[in-house]
């Protein structure tokens, strides 16, 4: 009985070492498989990296052209509105020309204008002269009037038909700009699906697996103590930033979605900042003065700018939709660095936030009010 029990014990373990030697190689292949899946992930976000940051340049740009437009429809409006003066000023100049006209012409047909005109009388005829110079040059201003009335209409249509014309062409550079838009959003989403498709299957698969090994193991573990025990039986029997804490302001105003420490994802990794959920395209202010230091795209973290607040303390601004500053400026506290979005493959418009001084990350509810 003895025998047929370690006989039995010993093609199940056989029979389990093969399992799990079978297991062993299924494992091995997934781990090339998901290792050649995770240099996939580097290009796909590499190319993520790209749409991402010409999509915060396509919205600074549409922010630029809409205040551009902005200008020139108030620019029109203006000249629209002198326009109308101009128009009221040419109608009245032709209307007074007619009357002086009409009125010189009257003055011309009188009978008795030649006895006037009699040289046994010059005073009263000097005076008809000087009455009929009068009229003459009253006709030649209201002329000259009237040729800077039309001369300033021309000018002012002129200007609204090329303010039309910079209009129609700011008009057609926004909506190539949200058309270019709408074209890295929908790349950015079908990119995000392929990326989290292609891996999460993959971990998941992995997962399992290691998880069916450790069972396994355990399992081949106690029956070779198992064996081991019957066979023994058998035989045996600045200011500086340190100054500022608690007196910070916080870069945009939301709520708080995940605070310093808290567990990731139900996972072991915890948060080494805030991140705080707001609305796409709200400014992000600097929460104090310093130099920024890095301004791109960073995987895992999107569009991110990172100050130099001084001795070792630096603030991490992550997640932007646009990037209002480069690497090597200089910003003063209340300043706008970026824009709230989603950069970084992420489904919800938020700020990452965070703090550090040298190695150590600070909790920033510490630091800001």
């Given amino acids: 009985m003895f025998l047929t029990l370690t006989l039995t014990l010993s093609a199940y373990a056989a029979e389990q070492n093969s399992q799990l030697n079978n297991l062993n190689n299924h494992i091995a292949a997934i781990k090339i498989d998901l290792q050649q899946a995770t240099q996939k992930k580097s290009h796909l976000q590499s190319t993520l990296a790209e749409i991402e940051t010409t999509e915060g340049h396509l919205n600074q740009q549409l922010k630029n052209t809409q205040q551009q437009l902005s200008q020139q429809q108030k620019q029109l409006q203006q000249l629209q509105q002198q326009s109308l003066p101009l128009s009221t ?32 009388d010059m005073l009263q005829t000097q005076r008809l002269l000087l009455y009929f110079h009068y009229i003459t040059q009253s006709q030649m201003q ?4 009237l040729q800077q009335s039309i001369a300033a209409c021309e000018q002012n249509q002129k200007a609204i038909q090329t303010q039309y014309a910079q209009l129609l062409t700011i008009k057609q550079s926004q909506m190539e700009n949200q058309t ?5 959003k929908t790349m ?4 995000i699906a392929t990326i989290n498709q292609h891996i999460q299957s993959k971990h998941q698969k ?21 064996i081991t025990e019957h066979v023994s039986t058998a035989v045996l029997d600045n200011h500086p930033f340190a100054t500022l804490q ?39 202010h600097a929460v104090a003065s310093g130099r920024v230091i890095f301004a791109k795209w960073l995987a895992g973290y999107g569009l991110m700018i990172i100050i130099n607040q001084g001795n070792g303390y630096m603030t991490l601004y992550g997640r932007n ?7 090597g400026d200089t910003v003063r506290a209340g300043d706008v660095i970026a824009t709230v ?14 703090i550090r001084h040298n190695a150590q990350v600070l909790n920033p509810m510490l630091w800001c009010r």
């Fill in 89 to 120: 000023q040419k109608k009245q100049a032709r209307k007074l020309l007619q009357q002086q006209i009409r009125a010189a012409y009257l003055f011309s047909q009188q009978p008795y204008l030649k006895l006037w005109l009699a040289p046994d």
């Fill in 142 to 145: 209201t002329v000259m009037q």
């Fill in 180 to 184: 270019a838009l709408q074209k890295t």
């Fill in 188 to 191: 950015r989403e079908q990119l």
């Fill in 206 to 226: 992995l997962i399992s697996l290691l998880d069916d090994k450790k069972r396994l193991e355990n399992t081949l573990q106690q029956l070779h103590q198992q």
């Fill in 246 to 284: 608690g007196k910070l302001s916080w870069p945009v105003r939301g709520q708080v979605l995940h605070n310093f420490g808290t567990q990731i994802d139900q996972s072991e990794l915890r948060w080494d900042g805030t991140l705080i959920q707001a609305p796409t395209g709200q400014p992000v």
């Fill in 321 to 327: 939709q646009t990037l209002t500053k480069n690497a």
């Fill in 341 to 354: 979005g989603k950069s970084g493959g992420f489904h919800h418009s938020a700020l990452y936030f965070s």
